[in-house]
């Protein structure tokens, strides 16, 4: 009823610490659009949280190790009562998986997202899936100025859009950022920019026609990948969030990209991959000579190689060509997530078939012509697998082990192991399984911790660190 939305709107004065997101506002012509699904939904929407504080945060031990490789895992609370968190762990060989330190987030229940670095590695930024739930802010952002503690900064969220998911630096400071939803959680999302102080300052497209493009044709920004030479942002269509939640038809996937102009962020063309059923992830290839770049396809798993500077037989620019299919087993995986990373040699590529327990690894150095890796017969050691991130080192990928679990407000409800795995990287681009951290296990005071995304600094070579 419109009364559970008054009754936790009555309840925000409660914490002065949470900020809560404003309505859009009213624009003619483009505000209703906006705002009208949510009235379709409201007589039936129980999913908003009342914005209560978390509870008090269990003491930890600190750890004075200074390892030269760091890992950041921006990771729920299992119980959504306590606070969420950044806790960061050291990945060198001798002492993997200790504990160094968890910095606290002032809210619960944001189902921590994707995280980020700043260029220059002193501020992380992580956002928040359902914040918008409980009213509270979707950006969260730390000073990792001294790497081994963490300090919790700041927070804030758009005005137009909401549910924050991947995140790019912009070399001279500050972010780009995909929010999915609309500030309602429907479509249209934007794409946000941030300053260097992390203020948002845009969320983009601004201009008339791009508006009226993502008004007309479902717009739901998840993946983004930019290509600072060539001028060109990618950003990939995944769901419309608000459907993942009751009550809910089923999730309402797109099969688009959006090809930017990067120095006048407004969209070029619309790219379609017929059949995608909800596009995660978009990565350009580091080094490709054309700037190609790869999408994965969740729903009809495939890969498929995008050229932004080609055009189509009508003159669309920006091509979608198929380069592999990940086969009929894995669509009948009822596939839900699918993300990527790929080598800074632009040879090998990982895959999540996050629904089949699965990562795949590809040799992609011939794109008409990639060579599978891993056996796809084999059973991982692994449930949910969704995010991953090949470290600075290249020799490992970090994969955490948990996508989204809705409970009872959604359809979501992908089952996971709550593990940060560390998996290595063989000298012929194939993966071994070797170590993990059990979030479960290191965060039971919490009712477990749900690691959806991970950061690495790499502090071996102290004249050049790596962030990534
Ligand atoms: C796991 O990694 C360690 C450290 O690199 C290595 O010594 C060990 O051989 C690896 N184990 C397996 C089973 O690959
Ligand atoms: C992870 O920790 C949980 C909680 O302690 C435990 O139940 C589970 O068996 C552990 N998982 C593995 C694979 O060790």
Known sequence: MAGILISALALAPLSQAISIPSLPPKIQGVTTPLIQPLYDLLPALPILQAPLPPLDSPAFTPSNIKPKKVGYYWVGAGDKEHADFLATY????????????????????????????????QTIVGGGLLSLLKLQDTAYYFDVSNPYRPAFKKSNSALLS???????????????????????????????????????????????????????????????????????????????????LK???????????????????????????????????????????????????????????????????????????????????????????????????????????????????????????????????????????????????????VVTDYFVQTGEIGIVNVPADFKAQYIDINDDGSISFNRSINFSQEFENRGGGKPHSALVFDFTDPEHPLYY
Do not use: C
């Open 90 to 121: 050291s990945l060198d060989d001798d002492t993997f998986g200790t504990l160094i330190y968890v910095t606290d987030v002032p809210t619960s229940g944001n189902d921590p997202h994707h995280i980020g670095v700043s260029s220059d590695g």
């Open 162 to 244: 909401s549910i924050a998911d991947e995140i790019r630096p912009k070399p001279d400071g500050g972010f780009f950022i995909t929010y999915m939803g609309s500030a309602l959680g429907t479509s249209p999302g934007r794409l946000v920019e941030t300053d260097a102080d992390f203020n948002i300052i845009h969320e983009w497209p601004e201009d008339v026609e791009g508006t009226l493009g993502i008004l007309a044709e479902q717009f739901s920004p998840h993946g983004i990948s930019i290509d600072w030479d060539r001028n060109y942002i990618l950003t990939s269509d995944f769901v419309v969030p608000l459907s993942i």
């Open 247 to 397: 009550p809910s038809t089923g999730v309402i996937r797109a099969q688009t990209l959006r090809l930017w102009n990067l120095e006048s962020r407004t969209i070029i063309s619309t790219i379609t991959i017929p059949g995608g059923s909800g596009i995660q992830d978009v990565k350009f290839i580091p080094g490709n000579p054309e700037g190609a770049a790869i999408a994965a396809t969740v729903g009809s798993a495939q890969l498929w190689v995008i050229y932004p500077g080609r055009k189509d037989s009508n003159g669309n620019q920006g091509v979608a060509e198929l380069i592999y299919d990940f086969g009929d087993t894995i669509r009948a995986t009822n596939p839900i997530a699918s993300y990527s990373d790929i080598t800074q040699d632009g040879k090998y590529i990982y895959v999540t078939l996050t629904s089949a327990n699965h990562v795949a690894a590809l040799d992609i150095s011939d794109l008409t012509n990639p060579k599978r890796l891993d056996d796809p017969d084999e059973v991982h050691p692994i449930v949910g697998p969704h995010y991953i991130k090949v470290t600075p080192d290249q020799k490992h990928i």
